[in-house]
């Protein structure tokens, strides 16, 4: 499984970014997607994810009700839009998938990792 990020650049605080993640795989395989973040000096922490059929969602408490995650199975894509956005988000935001019903949150759970993007958010 092949994943490319995109979308990732420089917002002003309180600005709007979306994040695309592009898959090998079809959308509707049963594949758990998730979006990761890393930060300077920071471990890598999830975000969000969403089960292979696009029907159960999970948000990090810190991104709950500013970040939304989707899947888009006509293009094969997972997208993050994320709204609201503060300094404290900014990182480097990787897509991850494992072969899984559920939505692991743990980093190690995923067996399959983008490049990641990096989004930066000035003050």
């Known amino acids: 499984v092949h994943l490319v990020e995109s979308g990732g650049g420089l917002v002003q605080s309180g600005g709007s970014l979306s994040l695309s993640c592009a898959t090998s795989?079809?959308?509707?395989?049963?594949?758990?997607m998730g979006w990761f973040r890393q930060g300077p000096g920071k471990e890598r922490e999830f975000v969000a994810g969403?089960?292979?059929?696009?029907?159960?969602?999970d948000y990090a408490d810190s991104v709950k009700g500013r970040f939304t995650i989707s899947r888009d199975g006509a293009n094969n894509t997972v997208l993050l839009q994320m709204r609201s956005l503060k300094p404290e988000d900014t990182a480097v935001y990787y897509c991850?998938?494992?072969?899984?019903?559920?939505?692991?949150?743990?980093?190690?759970?995923?067996?399959?990792w983008g490049q990641g993007t990096q989004v930066t958010v000035s003050s």
């Open positions: 991850a998938a494992v072969w899984q019903l559920g939505i692991p949150k743990a980093s190690l759970r995923y067996d399959y």
């Open positions: 795989e079809r959308i509707n395989s049963r594949l758990a």
């Open positions: 969403v089960n292979w059929s696009g029907t159960g969602t």
